[in-house]
């Protein structure tokens, strides 16, 4: 009894871990910082959880010094399983900076 107890809760730990998908996010420069949620992840690569729910939603936000920043929602309905971004120059920032 003691053992089936033991096996059906290893099984319901395996079976909550499966279903929790990581999603991958790479960004250009590499030294662009990744946040989602407002939670910083890393510079140029980070890993989060898929949100559980179709309709939930988690906010990247991908911001570089002399870079146009990146806002943008990932669903969870969404079935991609990594997202790749390349930030584009900031033309005003280059100007007033010279």
Same mark, same amino acid.
């Given at each position: ?12 730990? *395996? ?9 991958? *996010? ?51 309905? @969404? ?10 120059? @900031? ?8």
């Amino acid at each position: 009894m003691r053992n089936l107890f033991f096996l059906s809760l290893i099984f319901v730990c *395996i079976s909550f871990y499966a279903n929790a998908k990581v999603i991958k *996010i790479t960004a250009e420069p590499k030294e662009a910082a990744i946040y989602v949620n407002n939670a910083f992840l890393g510079y140029g690569y980070g890993e989060f959880t898929k949100p559980k729910k179709k309709n939930e939603v988690a906010i990247i936000r991908i911001e570089c010094e002399e870079y146009k920043p990146i806002l943008t929602k990932f669903y969870g309905g @969404d079935k991609r399983e990594s997202l790749s971004f390349a930030l584009m120059q @900031d033309g005003f920032y280059r100007a007033s900076a010279s």
